[in-house]
């Protein structure tokens, strides 16, 4: 017992220093992309419906992996609703995987609870996105109207940074 405040004490004492340092915000990594495509996906929305990758041609297309049990992944819900209200009707789709393992029994009171105002689905093992490995939580893809994934980041992002993304891919046209 002794021995577990001797190390107790201080660990939780260097925990809290460093909750209290770091900085606030979304804090995010973009990383590279090269020159891929996503292959087609399907996935079971919330209803249990079929969300396909064919359903979002010629769109802008932004996919967020997530978790209820993400603290950052929770901050930027806030961000990517208020984009999607702002960009849905310009091109812009949306779509939160919700990597849960409960599923929806626990992803769809969560969203209904902090007001998801875009789709969401269920991870259920369709393919990994082409990033390599597991996936960190939150990571987010872009994807061109072509389908092309031109941005990737890890981290929670802020609706900056999203419009920042966003705003040149909602400009251009779909290319033939």
């Not at 220093?17 to 020159?35: D, E, K, T």
């Not at 932004?62 to 930027?76: D, M, S």
């Not at 007001?115 to 987010?140: C, F, M, N, Q, R």
């Amino acid at each position: 017992m002794k021995r577990a405040l001797e190390w107790g004490i201080p660990l939780t004492i260097a925990v809290l220093f460093g909750w209290l340092i770091l900085p606030r915000g979304p804090q995010f990594a973009r990383l590279p992309v090269g020159s891929t495509t996503l292959g087609p996906w399907v996935y079971t929305n919330l209803q249990g419906q079929a969300i396909r990758s064919s359903d979002f041609t010629n769109q802008v297309v932004l996919i967020n992996y997530w978790a209820t049990f993400c603290p950052p992944c929770k901050a930027e819900i806030p961000a990517f609703n208020a984009i999607y209200e702002k960009y849905h009707s310009r091109g812009l789709e949306i779509i939160g995987i919700a990597t849960d393992p409960e599923g929806a029994e626990l992803v769809a009171p969560f969203s209904k609870r902090y007001e998801i105002k875009y789709p969401v689905v269920l991870y259920d093992a369709p393919p990994l996105p082409p990033i390599g490995g597991g996936i960190p939580l939150p990571t987010t893809l872009i994807t061109d109207r072509n389908g092309k994934v031109v941005a990737r980041y890890v981290g929670a992002l802020s609706e900056e940074e999203l419009e920042k993304a966003l705003a040149p891919l909602l400009a251009a046209e779909a290319k033939p």
